[in-house]
């Protein structure tokens, strides 16, 4: 009888935890009590086990709910699957420069959990737990606490006040409901993407630009038809726009060849080996300028040969790099000098 009654009550709190997830605004001891068919009185009794087991708190106005913030999930992972998290973690620990207790948290727990499995491995998660703890990395707790807060609104579908400061020092406030959370590798940076208003449109926030967020009670649905897939798809990263994706052409110079084969930078590339074992690149791109860090990291090995205008971009930033160093430059376009050649190695 005694096991029978404790098996009836460890389903009940399954089933509270199963309801109030379900529910993130809570629900009161009345109306689960009428979902589960049991008297008031029994989920009162429950209270006690509910908040050890399930971090659950009751409000002021005396709904139950899961603090969502401090909510343990069981995941439960294979070797291989747990190796895909630490390769993505490594990626996260140097493609940042801020510290992340969240991050450096769970890369402990998964490494605690893989100790005896995969000791090995667990060592490398715990290390690079560290990295993300360690004070080397930038401390910035108005970051992490905006972050927390976005990840709140996300989660529970609740608009935000935000304060955004521009490039120019001017600071705007906004309404935004957050549609999803982005890294951005090149800029080491994080961005979300959402409903702003005004002007009531989609639009992009770079988080570390974000000096305040405030969670409102305003609720908001995320379309049907949103997609970040598709609305990032063409982008180089976190550009997108609605107009029509640009034609980008490389060519890069046969020294370079096999490296840019080697690595698919863009879903839509492809890519054309000359007879001379240099390489032509093409892709449709949402907005190229995003491309111009990348494009310059190749130096004199990549000519851009459209569009138009990025072309141009690229000669007039490489004249002026040649100024800068003290060597002649064509005021020509597309002119050249012994002096020029010399300085680009005579490729």
Not at 263 to 275: D, G, K, L, M, N
Not at 298 to 305: N, S, Y
Not at 309 to 317: I, K, N, S, V, W
Not at 340 to 347: T, V, Y
């Given at each position: ?183 951005y590798a090149v800029g080491q940076t994080t961005h979300v993407i959402g409903w702003r208003e005004p002007p009531g ?75 001379d074992g240099s390489l032509i690149w093409r892709a449709r791109v949402a907005e190229p300028r995003e491309m111009l ?30 100024e800068k160093y003290g060597w002649f430059v064509s005021s020509q376009p597309g002119g050249k000098s012994s002096t ?8």
């Open positions: 009888m005694v096991t029978e009654r404790a098996a009836n009550k460890s389903e009940r709190l399954l089933r509270i935890e199963a309801l109030l997830l379900a529910y993130p605004e809570g629900l009161s001891q009345a109306e689960l009590a009428r979902r589960l068919g049991v008297n008031r009185s029994t989920i009162n009794r429950d209270l006690a086990d509910l908040t050890a087991r399930f971090a659950v708190y009751e409000t002021d106005d005396g709904r139950l709910c899961i603090d969502r913030d401090h909510y343990l999930m069981n995941v439960r992972l294979t070797l291989h699957e747990s190796v895909a998290l630490h390769l993505a973690a490594r990626l996260m620990t140097t493609r940042t420069d801020k510290q992340n207790p969240h991050a450096a948290a769970a890369l402990r727990k998964l490494g605690l959990a893989l100790e005896k499995l995969a000791p090995f491995v667990a060592e490398h998660l715990k290390a690079s737990a560290e990295v993300m703890d360690d004070a080397a990395q930038r401390h910035d707790p108005v970051y992490l606490e905006v972050l927390e807060t976005l990840t709140r609104a996300w989660s529970d579908r609740r608009k935000v006040r935000v304060w955004h400061k521009m490039e120019d020092g001017r600071v705007f406030e906004y309404s935004f409901a957050p549609y999803f959370i982005e890294p449109a989609l639009r992009t926030f770079k988080i570390e630009r974000l000096q305040r967020a405030e969670l409102t009670d305003q609720p908001y649905t995320i379309p049907a038809d949103f997609d970040p897939r598709n609305l990032l798809a063409d982008a180089w990263g976190i550009w997108y726009t609605e107009a029509e994706p640009v034609q980008v052409v490389l060519k890069f110079h046969p020294r370079v060849a096999q490296r840019v084969r080697e690595t698919r930078w863009h879903r839509s590339e492809q890519v054309e080996e000359q007879a860090p990348w494009i310059r990291g190749w130096g004199a090995d990549v000519e851009v040969l459209e569009p138009k205008d990025l072309r141009e971009t690229m000669m007039g930033e490489a004249r002026a790099m040649a020029l050649d010399d300085f680009f190695g005579g490729r």
